[in-house]
């Protein structure tokens, strides 16, 4: 568990489902994350999520963003294979109530704290659409650095869009 202000980051309980699901269930969220993100997103969809990240949680790679006791979000962490082993993709989705008050940002910089000093990684990399400014702004608040822009790399809700990448080292 990692406590920061306004916000507690700890793994995912089956308990979670009903919050989850409450503010995951946001068009605005969805249309932001990647496809495999569902909407509508219902409690038995995040009962299954739930049971999927706890199979692999060991050590702690998924994170719930509890704020007022409620699942209002999530990050998670991809740590990379054979030669990109010491590289990590964060992802991470907020409940619309919480946007704006840098919540995010905190959460972004407890994450990458506890990456680098439990996971082995020596870098974490985000790849944000180029539409999500508040996630934009979030990664660079907590020193993400712009690496590059992808231009029509990706697809979402058939529009073609740019995406960037974005990533912080601990060398």
Do not use: Q
């Not at 308990?15 to 569902?38: G, W, Y």
């Amino acid at each position: 568990m990692i406590k920061g202000e306004g916000f507690i980051l700890r793994p995912f309980r089956l308990t979670d489902k009903k919050s989850l699901a409450k503010h995951a269930n946001n068009i605005k969220i969805s249309d932001n994350l990647r496809d495999k993100f569902p909407h509508p997103y219902t409690e038995e969809g995040a009962e299954w999520f739930i049971n999927f990240v706890l199979s692999d949680n060991d050590p702690v790679k998924n994170f719930i963003i509890e704020i007022n006791n409620e699942a209002a979000g999530a990050i998670g962490i991809s740590p990379g294979e054979d030669v990109y082993r010491l590289n990590a993709e964060i992802g991470y989705w907020l409940g619309e109530e919480h946007w704006g008050k840098g919540i995010m940002t905190a959460v972004i910089k407890a994450t990458i704290k506890y990456i680098f000093e439990n996971l082995g990684i020596k870098r974490i990399y985000a790849m944000p659409f180029a539409t999500t400014t508040g996630s934009v702004k979030a990664l660079e608040k907590a020193g993400f650095i712009k690496e590059a822009t992808i231009y029509n790399g990706v697809i979402k809700n058939n529009k073609v869009l740019d995406y960037y990448i974005y990533s912080i080292t601990c060398f």
